[in-house]
Nanobody
């Protein structure tokens, strides 16, 4: 059974940076696309980024484009989300997820993802 565990969240000042990690166990991530979503209270989960099984530069929501960067290390079975120039509106619980092979036009929809981590809290505040 595939399990995902996020880490790296915390409290950071506006303009700061954080790197989130998503470590997998039970199955290799090598052939899977990995998505990052975030959620704030009272709102639906929002797709933030996706990296497909071939790696590459990733796909991003407009709200984070140019500030966030996704990468994967298949040898460590881990995916990373580098977040720079953080803003208060980036405050959310961040989740990694998988279950699809590619970051197609529906990558930002929760449909097609089967496995979710427990989430890690990111708070951007002065």
């Amino acid at each position: 059974q595939l399990q995902l565990v996020e880490s790296g969240g915390g409290l950071v000042q506006p303009g700061g940076s954080l790197r989130l990690s998503c470590a997998a166990s039970g199955r290799t991530l090598e052939y899977l696309a990995i998505g990052w979503f975030r959620q704030t209270p009272g709102k639906e989960r929002e797709g933030v980024s996706c990296i497909d099984n071939r790696g590459g530069s990733g796909t991003y929501a407009d709200s984070v484009k140019g500030r966030f960067s996704v990468a994967r290390d298949n040898a460590k079975n881990t995916v990373y989300l580098e977040m720079n120039s953080l803003k208060p509106e980036d405050t959310a619980i961040y989740y990694c997820t998988t279950g699809r092979l590619f970051c197609d036009s529906l990558w930002h929809s929760e449909d097609g993802y089967s496995y979710w981590g427990q989430g890690t809290q990111v708070t951007v505040s002065s």
